[in-house]
């Protein structure tokens, strides 16, 4: 569920944050027309795709959170069929499946079955696929859950490349992925927009209110009581945490620079209730 969501998106990478349940995935479908909202609309390019929704699905490219594939096809050969489906002529189809392998790195493994791909592979081919269309919207559902470092690099690395002249949503509950791409961030939580802004906007919100300090394991719970704990690292001597406070934790605490993530966290417990 979603309400009050007044969104209005540019060219470039729009990441967007909130935990599970924030009601990204239910503003993805609103979007994409799979969904239709009981109050409220949306538009593209001045037209209602609420009432029209093909003015927004002809030029929409998706990754959906689980992204099916055509085990017993290979890649090209499932590049062909989705082309196909989009109605794209057999020239414009084999130029743009050229285009999308080189743009996914994917050239190695054109010609093996997708039953054989890793995670990152898949989500690469759905990137491909997503594509093909040279849409004028695209957007990833959550495209880098489950896979290692690596394949996020890669698979972020294959979005950064996508974003000129076109809007992108990047939806994720994964700060590092929206940090490494994205130009504006809208965070969601409870199906409310909290904010949506530049990221250094975001990050410089939280300016001289991160520290650092090394405390007593037993002293912890305490913290996370009092403060917005970003992180904990186990060590010999005691426990390293990371926090945003408006004054010093602790005797021993020192300012840190500020994060995407550190803004993120700060913004979603501020939000009343929370």
């Not at 009432?51 to 992204?67: E, I, K």
């Amino acid at each position: 569920m979603i309400r009050d969501v007044s969104l209005q998106l540019d060219d470039g990478i729009h990441g967007l944050l909130g935990p599970n349940g924030a009601g990204k995935s239910t503003l993805m479908n609103v979007l994409t027309t799979v969904m239709e909202p009981t109050t409220g609309t949306a538009y593209w390019q001045g037209e209602d795709i609420t009432t029209s929704p093909n003015a927004v699905r002809s030029v929409l490219g998706y990754l959906p959170q689980d992204f099916d594939v055509y085990p017993d096809l290979t890649l090209e050969e499932f590049l062909e069929y989705m082309a196909a489906l989009r109605g794209l002529d057999s020239e414009t189809a084999s130029a743009r499946i050229e285009e999308m392998i080189t743009l996914t790195n994917l050239n190695d493994v054109r010609s093996r079955k997708l039953k054989a791909f890793s995670g990152g592979m898949r989500q690469r081919a759905g990137i491909a696929q997503a594509l093909l269309n040279d849409p004028d919207l695209l957007i990833a559902d959550e495209p880098t859950v489950g896979l290692d470092p690596e394949e996020r690099v890669r698979l972020r690395s294959a979005l950064s490349n996508t974003a000129d002249g076109r809007v992108v949503i990047l939806s994720t509950h994964i700060v590092p992925d929206v940090e490494a791409t994205a130009n504006k961030i809208a965070i969601l939580d409870n199906g409310q927009l909290l904010t949506h802004t530049g990221v250094e906007n975001l990050v410089e919100r939280v300016a001289g209110e991160v520290y650092e300090c090394l405390v007593p394991r037993a002293n912890v719970s305490t913290l996370r009581e009092q403060y917005q704990v970003c992180s904990t690292v186990q060590r010999s001597d005691g426990v390293a945490v990371r926090l945003v406070a408006t004054t010093p934790p602790t005797d021993n605490a020192t300012q840190a620079a500020p994060t995407l993530e550190d803004a993120y966290l700060k913004t979603i417990d501020q939000q009343p209730g929370v």
